[in-house]
């Protein structure tokens, strides 16, 4: 028997194998419905369409408030999984900017002395 994610290619494969045979009986081999058959082939598009409406209304949420995170947009019976996912899969996950308070500047155009000791040849200790 195949996986339970692999039935319905299975039975995409079996129909046109068998044409004569029913949709409904070649699901019956997997202990499946013909309207789950159909559920499960009209699935991608209707999540496609329910990600560009979501994607559509997180663009109209963000064009009023930039950098409105995740956890603050909510969408009723999807779930917060659901849009960091697909908020992810798209690039549109708002990453925290990194304070850091500079203390010093270390390039600053100060005049330095010459290096004095360069071109001297030592003979002795503490001769520097």
Known sequence: ???EKGWCQAIEIMRRKYPHVGVGVLCGLFGKTRNAFYDHQRWPTA????DGLVLAL???IRADMPRLGTRKQYL???GRDYLFTLLAGHGLLIR????RVVTTQTCLPLF????L???L????AEQV
Request: no cysteine; aromatic share 0%; glycine share 0%.
């Open 1 to 3: 028997m195949t996986s």
């Open 47 to 50: 999540q496609a369409l329910l």
């Open 58 to 60: 997180v663009a109209d």
């Open 76 to 78: 009723p019976r999807r």
């Open 96 to 99: 925290r900017l990194k304070r």
């Open 112 to 115: 330095r002395r010459p290096i």
């Open 117 to 119: 000791i360069e071109h």
């Open 121 to 124: 040849t030592v003979h002795q």
